[in-house]
């Protein structure tokens, strides 16, 4: 039996928080929102606990997990040698949704870190999260808390569907901030490397730490890495049941954009009432001219990376409960959020069309 304990993030709830941190504390899952979505916790130092974690979402045991913490106490319990660049992006970016690739130490299982040196860790900014941590008294490993490879959770009702029945307790916090995942950026080789997109963009980190940052192939969706070292770099995610079709214009010129939604109306026509169109606000009336308001689903304007990168996820799996077989979506131009839209959309994505 999953229990369900709503918070206000605004008003923390002492009495519940206990309740989910002494299932944390005793080898338990607990799934629990943070700033970008919903993550899936058990005590980071017991691989007894984490084993359950990979157990309930099928996940590979060679994908490590994130290690989420309170404080830079806590940090310097799990990783050993951290450089002087991953202190400049802890002094601006955290609490944030940032994860730093660093040295693990001794005290966490490589089962946690898939078998790796390296361990992934961030300090969520969401009130929630934090007072989870800090009554917990322990790093908590936390991936999203869905099934591998789908849409990950944005709203408790997503964990419901995805877990209920099978961890202890769901934390009830509401709608997430930002409806991404954190951004993963490896601090210890020479060169810092993007190895995910996220909710903080590049030219933010660049900024802070004066320096470019590498941008692999696989950062953008594009191809997979051998190893991976962080989550969402080796394994398909994302994915609805529906068969999701991207199409993907060479420029985001006003002539390019024409070609994509041309294309977009072709394909629909094609596959007519099994069909559903993502979208964004200002193409919403072209494609309401050939297909029925409720197979239009819109992510938000292009004018806002925010509100797309927010409800990618929701729409996902909004098209799944809707029971569209197949989906073709629009794409965004890969500036600031735009590139984790586009990470998250393609690595969805069963065919990828380049007009």
Not at 94 to 109: C, D, E, H, Y
Not at 336 to 349: D, H, I, Q, T
């Amino acid at each position: 039996m999953t229990i369900i304990l709503k918070i206000d993030p605004s008003k923390i709830d002492a009495e519940k928080i206990k309740i989910a941190s002494s299932i944390i504390k005793n080898g338990g899952l607990v799934a629990f929102p943070t700033e970008t979505v919903y993550g899936l916790g058990a005590n980071a130092l017991n691989e007894h606990a984490t084993r359950k974690i990979y157990q309930v979402k099928g996940r590979p045991s060679d994908n490590p997990i994130i290690v989420h913490i309170s404080s830079i106490e806590m940090l310097e319990k799990i990783a050993v040698n951290v450089p002087e660049i991953a202190y400049k992006l802890i002094k601006k970016l955290w609490p944030g949704p940032l994860t730093l690739i660093l040295k693990r130490s001794n005290a966490v299982p490589k089962l946690v870190t898939g078998g790796l040196d390296t361990v992934a860790v961030r300090m969520p900014a969401h009130p929630i999260a934090q007072n989870l941590i800090e009554q917990a008294e322990l790093p908590i490993a936390a991936p999203s808390a869905n099934i591998s490879g789908k849409p990950s959770p944005t709203r408790a009702e997503h964990v419901i569907k995805d877990l209920y029945g099978k961890i202890e307790a769901i934390i009830d916090g509401g709608e997430v901030l930002y409806g991404v995942e954190s951004t993963v950026i490896n601090v210890l080789s020479e060169e810092p490397i993007l190895l995910r997109p996220g909710a903080y963009s590049v030219e933010i980190i660049e900024s802070i730490i004066d320096r470019k940052v590498k941008i692999p192939h696989f950062a953008k969706g594009i191809g997979e890495a051998e190893k991976a070292i962080a989550p969402g770099t080796r394994y398909r995610h994302y994915a609805p049941e529906a068969k999701l079709i991207l199409i993907e214009p060479s420029t985001f010129t006003e002539d390019e954009i024409k070609k994509m939604i041309s294309k977009i109306k072709d394909i629909a026509n094609q596959y007519k009432n099994e069909v559903c169109i993502i979208t964004s606000s200002e193409n919403y009336y072209e494609y309401s001219r050939i297909l029925d308001e409720k197979r239009l689903f819109v992510l938000g304007s292009r004018n806002n990376l925010f509100e797309i990168a927010k409800n990618v996820f929701d729409v996902l799996r909004k098209i799944d409960e809707y029971g569209c077989k197949v989906a073709i979506s629009e794409s965004f131009e890969e500036r600031g959020l735009g590139l984790a839209v586009m990470n998250r959309l393609r690595k969805a994505s069963s065919d990828i069309i380049k007009i």
